[in-house]
């Protein structure tokens, strides 16, 4: 008898569970579509030397079943993800390297192929403090801009803000020398 | 505690009709707000330039089925419909389809009339406004098709790209519902 109950009651549960998930996917916001989204993943400020070039290194996210253009999408009309960033006056921004990206195409048009990042990517910003920058803790800020794809559809251009720190110290003084021996040394 | 089957089902039905009630709710209200897609069906009029610098209505169309294109240069998958698009303007116009492509993005006049150019495209090609992509329920993403009939009225959608056939069979509906339109 108790038996039968817990097999009612099993029943009961998986049903409860299937009317819940349906209705849940009947709730999505747009039709059949969820938005985009790409996060910068948070990390510990990078430490670097006042005078001396240093790459920081910036991991992205881009959620899963979607995709972004690269920074060289292989077609012109297609919008490149590109980094642009406000710097304090003291620190200069070299080179930003971007990483080459996967190609992939839709599945409409298979001989079509663009160039994309998804999943996690990394870029590289080249940033060196002046000499004379007092050393400490400093915020750089910058945008994003990318243009985000599913399979078959694509989002507007957005902006994802950026901001990372910097800890800037100064440069480790030279090893000690001995000093050469005095003639005097030994009187 | 012992747990009433019946109960637990009763339960989740309930929560179930609130989930689809509220959602029901919501999209009723956004599309109040906005002035989105009309309740019975008719497609949106609208007024909008052509790259040509021509002014263009919805309405200037009654009478024929409409097909209208929400794309944007930046679109791969658009820039992968609009040959086909090209070649059903061709196939399907003398029997009065009438295909639009209404430009979503920031792109100049000029480097929009280009890529159009470009393509071939032989139908007019519309600078769109944020107005005109909320009457059409907001074009969060694109390519958006709206197939409209020689009534005006709305008879499919195709959000994202579909395949050749299937817009194909989107296009047959509109001139077939014309057809009983006119009867």
């Known amino acids: 008898m108790s038996e039968t109950k817990s097999?009612?009651?099993?029943?009961?549960?998986?049903?409860?569970?299937?009317?819940?998930?349906?209705?849940a996917l009947l709730a999505q916001d747009t039709p059949g579509r969820k938005a985009p989204s790409v996060t910068l993943s948070s990390a510990p400020p990078t430490t670097v030397i006042r005078g001396k070039a240093t790459n920081v290194e910036l991991q992205f996210h881009v959620g899963s079943g979607f995709h972004i253009n690269s920074n060289k999408p292989a077609a012109e009309y297609l919008i490149p993800t590109?980094?642009?960033?406000?710097?304090?006056?003291?620190i200069v921004v070299g080179k930003i390297t971007y990483p080459a990206g996967e190609e992939m195409s839709f599945a409409f048009a298979p001989d079509e192929k663009i160039n994309v990042y998804s999943g996690e990517f990394d870029l590289s910003v080249q940033v060196r403090p002046l000499a004379t920058m007092l050393p400490g803790k400093y915020e750089i800020r910058g945008r994003l801009r990318y243009q985000a794809c599913d399979k078959a559809a694509c989002f507007p251009p957005k902006q994802l803000p950026v901001e990372f720190e910097v800890k800037v110290i100064k440069a480790p003084l030279p090893p000690k020398k001995n000093p050469a021996q005095s003639p005097h040394a030994h009187t | 505690m012992k747990r009433d089957p019946f109960v637990i089902v009763a339960v989740a039905i309930v929560v179930a009709?609130?989930?689809?009630?509220?959602?029901?709710?919501?999209?009723?209200?956004?599309?109040?707000?906005?002035?989105a897609l009309t309740q019975n069906g008719d497609a949106p009029d609208f007024t909008l330039q052509s790259v040509e610098?021509?002014?263009?209505?919805?309405?200037?169309?009654?009478?024929?089925?409409?097909?209208?294109?929400?794309?944007?240069?930046?679109?791969?998958?658009?820039?992968?419909?609009?040959?086909?698009?090209?070649?059903?303007?061709?196939?399907?116009g003398p029997s009065g389809v009438q295909f639009l492509g209404v430009a979503m993005d920031d792109a100049s006049t000029k480097d929009i009339a280009e890529f159009a150019n470009s393509m071939k495209v032989n139908y007019p090609i519309l600078i769109g406004k944020e107005s005109v992509g909320d009457a059409y329920g907001g074009v969060q993403f694109l390519p958006e098709t709206f197939y409209i009939d020689r009534n005006g009225k709305i008879i499919d959608k195709a959000f994202g790209l579909k395949g050749r056939g299937e817009i194909e069979d989107d296009i047959k509906k509109i001139v077939a519902s014309a057809a009983?339109?006119?009867r």
């Open chain 2, 53 to 92: 610098g021509k002014t263009i209505r919805l309405s200037d169309f009654r009478g024929k089925p409409v097909v209208l294109n929400f794309w944007a240069t930046w679109c791969g998958p658009c820039k992968i419909e609009m040959p086909w698009f090209v070649d059903f303007q061709k196939q399907y």
């Open chain 2, 180 to 182: 009983v339109a006119n």
């Open chain 1, 82 to 90: 590109t980094l642009k960033l406000d710097v304090p006056t003291d």
């Open chain 1, 7 to 23: 097999n009612a009651n099993r029943i009961a549960s998986a049903a409860a569970l299937f009317l819940l998930s349906t209705a």
């Open chain 2, 17 to 35: 009709v609130m989930l689809v009630f509220a959602l029901k709710l919501a999209r009723r209200s956004a599309h109040v707000s906005g002035t």
